[in-house]
Nanobody, 122 residues
Framework: QVQLVESGGGLVQAGGSLRLSCAAS????????MGWFRRAPGKEREFVSA????????NYADSVKGRFTISRDNAKNTVYLQMNSLKPEDTAVYYC???????????????WGQGTQVTVSS
């Protein structure tokens, strides 16, 4: 079992920045690829970014490429999502997830956090 706890969400103006954190506990953190997903009001949950176990591979949704950066600190069992140049359409609940690989499909992730709200005002 892996427990995931997100933090760092909040209210920010368009153009601003936030950094989300996801702290993991339980099984060995380096066994898992990590992903960030989001669910906007009235929409399906969607892939945002993923990072491989050692951090050497990252992937981003086109909508966030160039603005968001995923990283991980395996010594701290934490994955981060640095979000810059935020837009109102980035408003969503953001979830981190752990799986065997850093994949796009949410079906491939085994463990999920409770989510953290990000609201971007125009």
């Amino acid at each position: 079992q892996v427990q995931l706890v997100e933090s760092g969400g909040g209210l920010v103006q368009a153009g601003g920045s936030l950094r989300l954190s996801c702290a993991a506990s339980g099984r060995t953190f380096t066994e898992y690829g990590m992903g960030w997903f989001r669910r906007a009001p009235g929409k399906e949950r969607e892939f945002v970014s993923a990072i491989s176990r050692a951090g050497g591979y990252t992937n981003y949704a086109d909508s966030v490429k160039g603005r968001f950066t995923i990283s991980r600190d395996n010594a701290k069992n934490t994955v981060y999502l640095q979000m810059n140049s935020l837009k109102p359409e980035d408003t969503a609940v953001y979830y981190c997830a752990a799986g065997s690989l850093a994949l796009v499909s949410e079906d491939r992730y085994d463990y999920w956090g409770q989510g953290t709200q990000v609201t971007v005002s125009s």
